[in-house]
């Protein structure tokens, strides 16, 4: 299994990107998805995930409304669409799946970086 992420880039406050994960290895739709960031000096953190059974989404509390977590089945990709991005969104963002035996599988991490 491989998680292929890209997207990332540099964006002023204010502006908007979407990042992409696209898998192989493993059929995305069977499974939850989610992607996380860490930040220089911090933790990396849970921003969203999507549930496999429900396609239920679930959100960071900061990002709530401003980023959208979605899943293309027919390209086996999944999305981080993100807006009204703040400098507070710089990090380096990870997207990851895990399969029924319950192994984490991450992407290589893509930057995004937001000037003010």
């Known amino acids: 299994v491989q998680l292929q992420a890209s997207g990332g880039g540099l964006v002023q406050s204010g502006g908007s990107l979407r990042l992409s994960c696209q898998a192989s290895?493993?059929?995305?739709?069977?499974?939850?998805i989610a992607w996380f960031r860490q930040a220089p000096g911090k933790e990396r953190e849970g921003v969203s995930c999507?549930?496999?059974?429900?396609?239920?989404?679930h959100y960071l509390e900061d990002v709530k409304g401003r980023f959208t977590i979605s899943r293309d089945s027919d390209t086996n990709t999944f999305y981080l669409q993100m807006n009204s991005l703040k400098p507070e969104d710089t990090a380096v963002y990870y997207c990851?799946?895990?399969?029924?035996?319950?192994?984490?599988?991450w992407g290589q991490g893509t930057l995004v970086t937001v000037s003010s």
């Open positions: 290895g493993l059929r995305l739709e069977n499974y939850a």
């Open positions: 990851n799946t895990n399969d029924s035996r319950g192994r984490a599988y």
């Open positions: 999507l549930s496999g059974s429900d396609d239920s989404t």
